[in-house]
């Protein structure tokens, strides 16, 4: 399958989940995230959109030990920023208002996605904002998804960045 027919299909099984289920699959991988040994880290997650798994219950259990950032889209690119006032930014997507933090020195980053594999290859929305941002950091990286989101293969380009982990509510796959 093509990028564009795996993205088609795995927004028509999003679309078929309905609120509880998507909620029951939020608070399943808080709790996954929460059980990685995360003490004093500097974790970077996101600004659920309504077709991508809620991070309001990660960040309420990894906030209290951890150093919370959410991402910031400049233009083309993105940066990390604190944890603070949120408000909407570009695509409509909730993000803080703070100044760019040292990237290098983040611990984790939690990534949203559209589709991933077994492998861990992650297919976004098609623009490569976390592509560009993920390339060269050393910070784990973390794809949170709905069970539904696991695809067959994701066909891979020169610039698309592997995860390190996919947590879905039922599964930890690694790569």
């Known amino acids: 399958m093509t990028k564009a027919e795996i993205r088609a299909e795995v927004k028509r099984r999003i679309a078929a989940l309905t609120a509880e289920q998507k909620q029951e699959a939020a608070c399943a991988v808080a709790q996954k995230l929460a059980a990685f040994s995360w003490h004093d880290k500097k974790i970077m997650l996101y600004s659920a959109l309504a077709d991508e798994v809620d991070m309001t219950e990660t960040a309420r259990l990894l906030g209290r030990d951890n150093e919370l950032f959410y991402p910031v889209v400049d233009g083309d690119e993105m940066f990390a920023a604190p944890a603070g006032d949120m408000k909407k930014g570009a695509f409509g997507i ?8 040292d990237a290098t020195a983040l611990d984790a980053v939690v990534v949203p996605l559209r589709a991933f594999d077994a492998g861990c290859m992650r297919l976004g929305r098609g ?4 592509d560009r941002f993920l390339r060269g950091l050393s910070a784990l990286t973390i794809g949170a998804a709905f069970d539904v989101q696991m ?11 592997p995860l390190d982990a996919v947590v879905t509510p039922t599964e930890i796959y690694r790569r």
Do not use: M, N, T, W
Request: a negative charge; proline letters at 9%.
């Open 151 to 161: 695809a067959d293969g994701i066909p891979a380009e020169a610039h698309d960045v």
């Open 127 to 130: 623009r490569g904002y976390y």
């Open 94 to 101: 909730l993000q803080p208002g703070g100044k760019a933090a």
